[in-house]
């Protein structure tokens, strides 16, 4: 209790409890809405603390999964404080402007992003000497510009698993695409927003650069426990796996042991019967015959 009450007063700090206008509100917000103080609309701080930690604890388990997750944010006062979250964690995100297609048409959007690679590489290891100074340059101005727009999925080889959003609104064309390929999709969602359209909803100012970077960083520190857990639980499975083959090993090399230490025990002792009971050693029999031409 102690814990959400401190994290509700940081929330109340940053002003994330600081709603759009009355006459700008969506009717579906109204059980997260608390109250109405000069024709603004005051956020529910205690939903916005029981939906950040429902949040954080699935983000914890896709991160713990070893899957994606991507953010999205293409507003001016977000940009730079969600892709620096999201290079704490190395995922993925999208903070210039969303490419069309950037999921449904996620195969062109790679062979983009290798094209960007490509250039990258002709550029650093000195095959571009060849060219003229103005392809050169040219080279140069297209690589900047693709990785503008590309350089935050530059490492995904695949669909992310879940998209967090910082406005719905503003990124309705990256929730729809999402949405159509039933990716699970989280988002910060302000008064004028639906929030059923998010799998998880959190109802927070998603204007104010203090109310973003709080509530980014929260989900952050929960995905790099996710990521933590699964490096922990790969370490021991890799310790478990060292210990298995040391013993097998040792399992081994004592039966080595032991078969050349019978095999020494039976050197001296004759041949051994294998029809005898015991393996013991077959019994010589003196020979009666009397010798030929004999006489009696």
Not at 109 to 138: F, H, P, W, Y
Not at 140 to 159: F, N, P, T, Y
Not at 202 to 222: E, F, R
């Amino acid at each position: 209790m102690e814990n959400n009450t401190s994290l509700q007063q940081q929330l109340l700090e940053a002003g994330v409890h600081f709603g759009h206008l009355k006459k700008k509100w969506n009717p579906k917000m109204l059980p997260y809405i608390f109250a109405e103080k000069k024709g603004i609309h005051i956020i529910d701080l205690n939903k916005t603390v029981d939906h950040l930690q429902e949040t954080a604890a699935a983000m914890k388990q896709i991160a713990k999964s070893g899957k994606k997750i991507m953010f999205v944010a293409t507003k001016k006062q977000a940009k730079e404080i969600v892709s620096e979250c999201a290079k704490k964690v190395n995922m993925p995100f999208a903070t210039e402007r969303w490419l069309g297609g950037m999921l449904t048409n996620f195969n062109t959007v790679r062979k983009s992003v290798k094209k960007m690679q490509s250039i990258e590489k002709m550029l650093n290891d000195g095959s571009a000497e060849s060219l003229t100074k103005k392809e050169r340059l040219t080279l140069s101005r297209d690589k900047e510009k693709m990785e503008k727009v590309l350089g935050g999925i530059a490492q995904l080889g695949r669909l992310p698993a879940a998209l967090f959003l910082v406005d719905i609104g503003h990124e309705h064309i990256a929730l729809a695409e999402a949405k159509r390929l039933g990716i699970t999709t989280f988002g910060m969602v302000d008064t004028n927003c639906d929030p059923n359209k998010v799998d998880f909803a959190i109802p927070a100012n998603d204007d104010a650069t203090k109310s973003i970077a709080i509530i980014t960083n929260y989900l952050v520190a929960a995905i790099a426990e996710g990521l933590a857990e699964r490096q922990a639980s790969k370490d021991e499975e890799e310790s478990h796996d060292h210990d298995s083959n040391e013993n097998e090993a040792k399992a081994r090399r004592l039966e080595a042991e032991a078969q050349a230490e019978g095999g020494r025990g039976r050197r001296g002792r004759g041949p051994v019967d294998a029809a005898a009971p015991g393996g013991q050693p077959k019994r010589r029999v003196p020979n009666t015959r009397r010798p030929a031409g004999g006489g009696r």
